[in-house]
């Protein structure tokens, strides 16, 4: 079998996710950075857009082709290898799951990243101090809704849903991050930074870190107008 190969960005949140991912399953896989702000964007290359036309990170080249969209690439993780699940026994559990996730990818992390901002900023003339209000009020709007969602577990486990990592922790603590890097720290939702802290003290979590990565390097431009995509 051909070794897995992920076209990713350092701080790219939804790249992130996925070497949590690959992490958590102990799959190896070759890192093929692209940088989203070098140049105009390696991401609009002919070459990686014949890849993934969205011309976005991730893309992980897998024996079945290359698929795009990380939650998208979670799931085929999940059956790819099935151990150690991210999806929990039960449909209840499996479905607060995939609502966690959904929360964080679908309703927060698209209106944090570069091409939101870039909209703002070009069609409607916002300012970089306005684009990193916008930033913030959703990140906040996005946890105060999650926090009361892990409030009502009834026996609160040390990941989003039980005790074992899954989608919803791949998702949650790169959205953490870039939280942080605009200014939102964790502290008026005790239950993410507690389960956010845990999953650092994890092995495949630590690896995953932007920091660590192969490409990663100061910004070329403020945090206001950096990528989390």
Known sequence: MSRLRLYSYWRS???YRVRIALGLKGLAYDYVPVHLLAGGGEQFAPAYTTLNPQARVP???TP????TQSMAILEWLEEFQPQPALLPAGSAARAQVRAISQLLVAD???LMNISTGRAL???LGASDEAILAWRRDWARRGFTALEQLLEREPVPGRCCVGDAPSFADCCLVPQCYSARRFGVELAPWPRIEAIERHCLSLPAFARAAPELQPDAQPDPQPAQGASTR
Do not use: H, K, M, N
Request: proline letters at 12%; hydrophobic letters at 30%; a neutral charge.
């Open 13 to 15: 949140s939804a790249s």
């Open 121 to 123: 900023r070009e069609r």
């Open 64 to 67: 079945d082709g290359p698929l």
């Open 59 to 61: 893309t992980l080249v």
């Open 108 to 110: 927060v992390q698209p």
